[in-house]
């Protein structure tokens, strides 16, 4: 394989279609947003990416079966509009690859009808704790008022964004398509179910659809709990061991 390649399993087109990109990256957010929703909603797989820039290894199955590594493009119906979402094993290992594959995908987007790419990540606060935000980035203004009334932050996140999070929705709008980057606040150093949780809430209050949060909410409750023993552990290893008095110092000469 010399190239990116995505391959249709249905042939697609949409009117005003949104695509998700949820693909493994900081605290797992991302892919645990896509993933979660691919199974609520039902989604149908209907394209393929393969790509020689993503690792040189295949997955051995139980069954025996070797499975090569990939994206996946599934369709949706989130409340009533067409969502497809972008998921998969990894993201490209280079610059080189991660531009390459963005064009593949952009060039697909706008095949099929994407007129929205609202891609999910994680932004590293290096904070513990359950009261997280949902910051947003937009490659155009006018869609900032719209996502502040969902409780997304603007102007808050600072940095860069590395990987398809931030240059799919960044190149998309050179190719005329809208972009969106919503960006779960996390720790940064295990799986943020919590975070992906609000993410979710975030979507299906801009695009009016309705899914069951059990999942997640069950999955959040478990890491608030790790995090809360986490957080007891740091205390009690930063209590100050009282310091001696003077007359009992005793010294070696």
Do not use: W
Not at 28 to 34: D, E, F, N, R, S
Not at 117 to 140: A, P, R
Not at 224 to 229: G, V
């Amino acid at each position: 394989m010399k190239e990116t390649k995505i391959i249709e399993k249905t042939r697609k087109k949409f009117k005003n279609a949104y695509l998700m990109i949820g693909l493994p990256g900081i605290g797992l957010i991302g892919k645990t947003v896509a993933d979660y929703m691919i199974a609520q909603l039902k989604g149908k797989e209907i394209a393929e990416l393969y790509s020689p820039f993503f690792p040189h290894q295949v997955f051995m199955e139980p069954d025996g079966i070797l499975k090569p590594i990939k994206n996946s493009f599934y369709h949706v119906k989130a409340g009533k509009n067409d969502l497809v979402i972008l998921t998969g094993d990894v993201q490209a290992l280079s610059s080189h690859g991660q531009y390459e594959i963005a064009g593949k995908i952009i060039e697909y987007s706008k095949k099929i009808g994407i007129k929205t790419i609202i891609s999910i990540g994680g932004y590293s606060s290096g904070k513990l704790g359950s009261n997280s935000s949902v910051f947003g980035l937009c490659t155009n203004k006018k869609l900032i008022p719209l996502l502040e009334k969902h409780n997304v932050l603007f102007g808050k996140a600072k940095g860069s964004i590395v990987g398809a999070a931030g240059i799919l929705p960044t190149f998309g709008a050179l190719e005329g398509i809208n972009g969106i980057c919503l960006l779960g606040e996390t720790h940064g150093a295990y799986v943020d179910p919590a975070s992906a949780r609000d993410i979710v809430k975030v979507l299906t209050s801009y695009l009016q659809f309705k899914i069951d949060l059990t999942g997640l909410e069950k999955k959040a409750k478990e890491g608030e709990k790790i995090i809360n023993k986490i957080e007891e552990e740091i205390k009690q290893a930063t209590i100050e061991v009282p310091k001696s008095s003077s007359e009992d110092m005793s010294y070696i000469r």
